[in-house]
């Protein structure tokens, strides 16, 4: 509630028994949320929709939807249901994780940056990986490092000509969002390779030594 002012305070604290009240201020309490989404009750549908107390799902502004998963209700007072809140879209961006991190294996970089994944999880998952690789090659001895991080050059140069090929085609303006961002970090990430295949850096264990 920091960013709120006194009036958007009070408007929401005079509607404690309404969770909708809370929807047009959403974005001031939590970066990138635009509403949640709440499940809504049975109805004909010729009615007005009703929504219930339970919390399904966070909305992007962009439009991105990510499920908070089962059993949260927005009850008891704001600042507490809200708690609840933050603490299921750490434990639902923990699980799409390694749900990603398990599908990077098994399928292409370009079928996986486009396989549904939440955009967040893309890109820190992404970084993941190309550390992990990175770390992989320096592990080596002399030769055989420079050799592997050079490779790994040709691997980082590979990806990108494949982002860019992908985002010169039809797209849903979500996925373009996601390998536009993914091309910057690459490209970032290519020249941090460039650099150790010129230097001929050597391990990280020989420098420590």
């Given amino acids: 509630f920091y960013f709120l002012s006194n009036d958007e305070l009070l408007e929401i604290l005079a509607q404690t028994r309404n969770p909708q009240a809370v929807q047009p201020h959403l974005r001031k309490c939590f970066d990138a949320i635009a509403r949640l989404e709440f499940a809504t009750a049975p109805s004909d549908g010729d009615q007005e929709k009703v929504f219930t107390n339970d919390i399904l799902a966070m909305l992007s502004p962009e439009g991105e939807r990510v499920s908070l998963g089962k059993g949260l209700k927005a009850r008891g007072n704001v600042e507490d249901w809200l708690g609840k809140v933050e603490e299921a879209m750490f434990s639902s961006l923990r699980r799409l994780s390694k749900a990603a991190i398990a599908d990077y294996q098994n399928k292409s970089r370009v079928e996986w940056v486009v396989a549904g994944h939440p955009s967040q999880v893309v890109l820190t998952i992404s970084q993941l990986m190309w550390c992990r690789d990175l770390t992989h090659c320096l592990e080596g001895d002399g030769e055989e490092n420079l050799s592997s991080v050079a490779e790994f050059e040709k691997d980082n140069f590979e990806r990108l000509n494949a982002l860019a090929g992908l985002v010169r085609g039809q797209l849903p303006a ?24 010129k230097e001929q850096v050597i391990p990280p264990f020989v420098i420590n030594a």
């Fill in 174 to 197: 979500l996925h373009r969002n996601i390998i536009t961002a993914l091309i910057t970090i690459d490209v970032h990430a290519r020249d941090i390779v460039s650099d150790l295949v």
